[in-house]
């Protein structure tokens, strides 16, 4: 079974940095979408980034662009979300995802399109 652990999560101030790693195993295939969702309080999940294992641009919501990174290491099956500039509305769980073989080029940011998926990490922004 594909398992999927988030890590990295934590309490920052408004301005600051976080990076967050998920960790995965059994995901063996050679494209696949993997992504990053968060959830904040009161809120439903959304997705904030993603990417296409086996090459392509990433997909970051607009809410985000110009401050978050996605990248995975392929080396250590390792997902990486690099958080600059946090905000208090980036406050959530922030969970990690992959989905099932891929197709399009493009990754997408709809949950609909991820079947594995981790347990979360705390990301809390303070003003």
């Known amino acids: 079974q594909v398992q999927l652990v988030e890590s990295g999560g934590g309490s920052v101030q408004a301005g600051g940095s976080l990076r967050l790693s998920c960790a995965t195993s059994g995901y063996t295939l050679a494209s696949g979408y993997l992504g990053w969702f968060r959830q904040g309080p009161g809120k439903e999940r959304e997705g904030v980034a993603s990417?296409?294992?086996?090459?392509?641009?990433?997909t970051l919501a607009d809410s985000v662009k110009g401050r978050f990174i996605i990248s995975h290491d392929d080396s250590k099956s390792t997902l990486y979300l690099q958080m600059n500039n946090l905000q208090p509305d980036d406050t959530g769980i922030y969970y990690c995802?992959?989905?099932?073989?891929?197709?399009?080029?493009?990754?997408?940011?709809?949950?609909?399109?991820?079947?594995?998926w981790g347990q979360g990490t705390q990301v809390t922004v303070s003003s």
């Open positions: 995802a992959a989905g099932l073989l891929a197709i399009g080029l493009t990754p997408p940011l709809d949950e609909e399109s991820y079947y594995y």
């Open positions: 990417i296409r294992r086996g090459g392509g641009s990433p």
